[in-house]
């Protein structure tokens, strides 16, 4: 039977039925869902660092070592005004601090005992502070460090014949906590007894690496505070018997480094030792310069140096100052595949004699020098020369020098240049040292020399301004 155009019409109509509702909810869903995981789904916010700015200066603290009873603690402000400064006794019990007025220009010599203490400035007076103990009775001195998180001390020894002690002064109210990482020729050591060492608020603790962990050779110490902050010092003693030993501080270094200048190499030394410690991962390839008032060069007939991964090297530098060209030689300069730590040790007249590695100084070094202990310098008549070094690029110096008193003996304006060191003879009663430049990379050091030995002061940059974190909210 045909269909009638009717009948095809409603059939054509039945076949384009619109869909249900449930079919409706069931295509659109995922659709929907879609737009709305787009819309709260936050797009991915890059993360920028943002490193401390630099802001005003408003405190500094300077921690002194605990020493002998008759020996001078110095305080002075290098930037030549008046200023003020309080000085605490650290210790079991709560002390009271003394307040300090400290004279344009003038040292003020303390009598603090054998206590470890710390002095504080602020605000104005904190742009300048310095402070140094001059042990009595012989020419050792250290310039008293600022309290910070990290210091590395490299040469040390832990054994019969040359003993380290670690002096650790915690400025602050609260505790904090030290851990002493301690490297030999060997590697890494593995050293429970010193990690984790609580330091009690306004304290200082000590620590004989000979008595807690025994070891022969020369060692290289890092000790980082993980809770609050610390001014590290370290106390070396050498010679087995009571009427050879001699004894002075090892300034510390602030971190490894690719270059170290060791600058300040007394005149009649002997027995000239450099040590290298590498805390990397990877083998340290290390090429040696002598830096002398003329020229930089390199000694010949030296071998290869290679200082394995996490661990000290022992140069002995007798050949590579043995030569003509090497005469007068101020310093030594390390440069290195890898950062490295690195300090001298020698011998003038039987006294231990350290020279570090030398930190770049900004706008500003000073040193408080031989003249501003009490009496001045006990083993008889002292000479001392500056030695500058390191500039980047040739440039102009100004440097001041002032007795205890505040009077100016000496006022210079240096010039320096790249690739050799410059030495200038300093007044015998001179008290407190300054020196600025415009940035120009230079390092210094003074040697102060007597009849008894020597001793190597390290000119230190005078902190002009604190960092402050940046707070940002946390990312996602």
């Known amino acids: 039977m045909t269909e009638s155009p009717t009948q095809r019409g409603r059939r054509a109509v039945q076949g384009r039925r619109r869909p249900d509702v449930t079919t409706l909810i069931a295509l ?22 943002h490193p401390p700015s630099e802001g005003r200066l408003v405190q500094l603290d300077r921690g002194c070592p605990p020493g002998s009873s008759d ?10 005004s008046a200023a003020r400064a309080t000085q605490r006794a650290l210790g079991e019990g709560p002390t009271e601090p003394t307040h300090l007025r400290l004279p344009a220009g003038a040292v003020v010599a303390t009598g603090t005992g054998a206590d470890s203490v710390v002095l504080t400035a602020q605000d104005a007076s904190a742009v300048g502070l310095v402070a140094a103990r001059f042990a009595s009775g012989s020419v050792a001195s250290v310039q008293c460090p600022v309290a910070s998180s990290e210091v590395w001390f490299t040469g040390v020894g832990a054994r019969a014949g040359q003993q380290t002690v670690l002096q650790i002064a915690n400025p602050d109210a609260g505790p904090a906590v030290v851990d002493v990482s301690v490297y030999s020729g060997k590697g890494l050591v593995d050293t429970p007894e010193v990690r984790g060492i609580r330091v009690p608020g306004r304290s200082v603790a000590s620590v004989d690496l000979a008595q807690t962990i025994p070891r022969r050779g020369e060692l290289a110490v890092q000790v980082a505070v993980s809770r609050g902050r610390a001014a590290i010092t370290a106390l070396e003693s050498a010679g087995l018997s009571e009427s050879s030993r001699t004894g002075e501080w090892l300034p510390g270094q602030a971190e490894p480094s690719t270059t170290n200048l060791l600058l300040g190499l007394p005149r009649d030394g002997e027995r000239r030792v450099l040590t290298l410690a590498n805390p990397g991962e990877s083998e340290a390839v290390v090429s040696l310069e002598l830096v002398t008032d003329s020229n930089t060069f390199e000694p010949t007939g030296l ?10 090297l022992r140069v002995p530098l007798a050949q590579a100052l043995s030569g003509k060209a090497a005469e007068g030689a101020t310093g030594v300069l390390v440069d290195s595949s890898v950062p490295l730590t690195a300090a001298v040790r020698s011998r003038v007249a039987g006294d231990l004699v350290l020279t570090p590695s030398a930190a770049d100084l900004g706008e500003e070094g000073a040193a408080l020098l031989p003249g501003a202990a009490a009496g001045g310098p006990p083993t008889g008549a002292a000479t001392a020369s500056l030695v500058l070094a390191g500039a980047t690029s040739a440039g102009r110096a100004t440097l001041t020098v002032r007795n205890a008193a505040g009077e100016a003996l000496l006022e210079r304006t240096i010039r320096v240049v790249p690739d050799r060191s410059l030495t200038v003879p300093l007044p015998r009663d001179g008290a407190l040292l300054d020196l600025t430049s415009a940035d120009l990379g230079i390092a210094a050091a003074v040697v102060v020399a007597t009849p008894k030995g020597a001793t190597v002061v390290p000119v230190l940059d005078v902190p002009q301004h604190s960092l402050t974190a940046q707070v940002a909210p946390a990312g996602p």
């Open 28 to 49: 659109a869903l995922p659709v929907v869902t879609a737009v709305a995981v787009g819309l709260v789904t936050p797009h991915p916010t890059p993360v920028v660092a």
């Open 303 to 312: 071998p290869r140096i290679r200082v394995r991964p996490g661990s000290v």
């Open 71 to 80: 020996d001078t603690v110095a305080v002075a402000n290098a930037t030549g």
